[in-house]
Every structure is written in structure tokens, then in C-alpha cells.
């Protein structure tokens, strides 16, 4: 069960750990468990920092986990209505992928990419999909991680849109996903696309090709 009485921490970075942070808030250092990802984007020790965060209650213990945003905490709080999945497995999730990531991996079905999360195999990844799929939004997924590639510098850009063409947008959500530019280009080429394939078709049968 959760408690949403806290709904972020605002404060000075004490401390930086493997996955934890302590934030200092009015004489009160507050432990927060957070991703991979929330480590390596934090600022220097004794800076400011806003925690988006969730408070993980239990019988023998209560644990507060963090997001520095709204979508990551949103897409956490998801991913712990899955049986089989808790919090500390879906902190795992979020440390490999963001959640745009996540969201468009759910929608193409990628157990693959998934599972490369620590403690999550593959069926475990299958059951995840299968329960947040009907919740996820596909235009918001390719919208998000067509975004971050536009945004991530020239391997992105080389994939720069061409009239909008659904394989050209599969490319470039490929390449924001992590695939190099040629491993996208290689998937997609093997696609026998057809007029009428959406980008999501094109993108499900891209990335068995990976």
C-alpha cells in the first residue's frame, strides 16, 4: 500500500548513495530510494533539489521513493500495480529506461528491452506489458522518445523527419531508444512495409529485428 501524503521534498542534497539520496529539509534529513538515472542526473552535494516522491508503506517498514518528475513517479506507481513487480523491482525498471521509454517498450510489445532490468525475466516482462498496455498512449510514447532523439546530438539528427513518413519516425524512435542510427536503419530496411503500416506496426516489426 501507498501513502500520497508526501507528494515531494524539496531541499539541499546531503548525501548521494548507489540508489538512495538523503535531502535535508528543515533540520530533517529525508533517506529517498531512487533510480539509476536520478543519481547520475542530480546536482553536486549542497545544492537545491524537488523530489517528486511516494511513500511506500508495510506492515514492517516504510520506505520513501523519488523522481525528479511527475511522469517517472506516475509510470512507478504503475509499474507496482503489477503483481510479481515491486518497489524495488520497478526502481530496477526506471534505472534502464525513462519512463518514455518504458511507455513505448509496453506498446511494441519489447520484453526484451524490459527484462534487462535487474530481477525482471522475460515473463515477468510479458505480464507487465500485458497489464499496462490498455493504460499507455501511443501517440505520447513516439511523441516523448522522438523528442529526447531530436534533443539527444548528431546520431539523432541524422534521422531528422522527411515529411513525416511512419518509417522514417521508426528510425528515429529507435535511435532515441539506445539503437545505434545503423542498427535502426538495418531494422527497419528488413520490414516489409506495406502503405497502409502505421509507425507502431513498423516499430513492433523493427525491433524484432534487433
Known amino acids: 500500500m501507498g501513502n500520497d501524503m508526501i507528494h515531494f521534498i524539496k531541499g539541499v542534497l546531503d548525501t548521494v548513495g548507489e540508489n538512495q539520496i538523503v535531502v535535508e529539509n528543515q533540520g530533517m534529513g529525508f533517506e529517498i530510494m531512487v533510480p539509476m538515472s536520478v543519481v547520475s542526473a542530480l546536482p553536486p552535494a549542497g545544492h537545491e533539489v524537488k523530489i517528486y516522491?511516494?511513500?511506500?508503506?508495510?506492515?514492517?517498514?516504510?520506505?520513501?521513493?523519488?523522481?525528479?518528475?511527475?511522469?517517472?513517479?506516475?509510470?512507478?506507481?504503475?509499474?507496482?500495480?503489477?503483481?510479481?513487480?515491486?518497489?524495488k523491482g520497478a526502481l530496477g525498471i526506471l534505472s534502464v529506461m525513462d519512463a518514455d521509454a518504458l511507455r513505448f517498450a509496453i506498446l511494441a510489445d519489447d520484453a526484451r528491452s524490459i527484462s534487462k532490468a535487474p530481477g525482471i525475466g522475460k515473463k515477468t516482462a510479458g505480464k507487465l506489458i500485458l497489464e499496462l498496455k490498455d493504460k499507455m498512449d501511443f501517440e505520447e510514447a513516439v511523441e516523448g522518445v522522438l523528442d529526447r532523439g531530436a534533443a539527444g546530438g548528431a546520431e539523432g539528427a541524422a534521422f531528422s523527419s522527411d515529411g513525416g513518413s511512419a518509417v522514417n519516425e521508426a528510425v528515429q524512435a529507435l535511435v532515441a531508444l539506445g539503437y545505434t542510427g545503423t542498427e535502426a536503419m538495418k531494422a527497419v530496411k528488413k520490414v516489409s512495409v506495406t502503405p497502409e503500416m502505421t509507425v507502431e506496426d513498423i516499430l513492433k516489426a523493427g525491433l524484432k529485428n534487433i
Open 53 to 87: 516522491t511516494y511513500m511506500y508503506v508495510r506492515e514492517d517498514c516504510q520506505q520513501l521513493f523519488g523522481f525528479l518528475t511527475k511522469d517517472e513517479l506516475a509510470m512507478f506507481k504503475l509499474l507496482i500495480t503489477v503483481s510479481g513487480i515491486g518497489p
